[in-house]
């Protein structure tokens, strides 16, 4: 059987609401973290896994800006599309703009407000089919997706935002599936908060016994706050004094 590509998604949508008034002017993923924009850092965690063909789906009200500062990726040694997403519909929904690009291939989804301390080159290069996601312990899991574990550290239920957590561990904003991704998401129902959600996603791979979970053992933000923006600053601020 041929060996499948990784292709990369960064979903840089939304309105970034809880940033604002900072995201009445700009989207959210071009604010900075220290001295560069929010979108380097997923981009990153990417280019450092080799992926090189990456399509970012953003936003229309600043998808010039994007591109701005983005290009066609040549000064990042990549490839990149562009794709609108015009209403935030869910994580998952990203699979449905992106059905073409990912084409016949496997694909690392990240999203453009995540920020990585830890290399996912081995995670990422190691990945054959099924799906891949990747947990970190927190102290406030009710508001992210919620993995419960069995006593073998098998993940055997996940939650979205639970109001009773079944363990401390969340779904971190890293996700990667095989092409059939793209049919699976074509099964899902709307939330009733309107959302194409990736926990029933992730939760059709786990039904089917192909989901695999890995933990965060560095540093991890959702720079969507401005208290996790600095703090986030900090760590990149140390990192280059630290050099």
């Known amino acids: 059987m041929q060996e499948k590509n990784m292709k990369g998604i960064i979903l840089a949508g939304g309105s970034g609401t809880r940033l604002s008034p900072l995201t009445k002017v700009t989207s959210k993923q071009l604010l900075p ?24 789906i953003v936003a229309p009200d600043h998808a ?17 599309s562009y794709e609108i997403q015009d209403k935030p519909q869910g994580i998952a929904q990203a699979f449905q703009i992106g059905k073409d690009f990912i084409d016949e291939d496997n694909v690392a989804l990240i999203l453009g407000d995540n920020l990585f301390e830890d290399d996912f080159s081995q995670s990422i290069q190691s990945f054959k089919t099924g799906g891949r996601i990747f947990a970190k312990k927190v102290a406030d899991p009710e508001r ?15 939650e979205e935002k639970p109001s009773n957590p079944k363990s401390n561990y969340c779904v971190t904003g890293l996700y990667i599936y095989d092409n059939t ?11 009733p908060r309107g959302e194409l959600e990736i926990t029933d996603l992730n939760n059709l791979y786990l039904k089917e016994g192909s989901l695999d979970v890995a933990f965060v053992e560095g540093a991890w933000f959702d720079t969507g706050t401005f208290e996790s923006m600095f703090e986030a600053t900090q760590l990149i601020r140390d990192r280059r004094l630290a050099k």
Do not use: W
């Open 33 to 56: 973290i220290y001295d560069l924009p929010m979108i380097h850092f997923p981009l990153e965690t990417l280019r450092q896994a080799g992926i090189v063909d990456i399509l970012f």
């Open 144 to 158: 992210f997706g919620v993995v419960e574990f069995d006593e073998q550290n098998r993940a055997i239920s996940i």
């Open 64 to 80: 010039g800006d994007f591109l701005k500062y983005l290009g066609s990726g040549k000064d990042f040694n990549c490839h990149f």
């Open 181 to 191: 991704v793209v049919e699976k998401v074509k099964n899902l129902d709307f939330s």
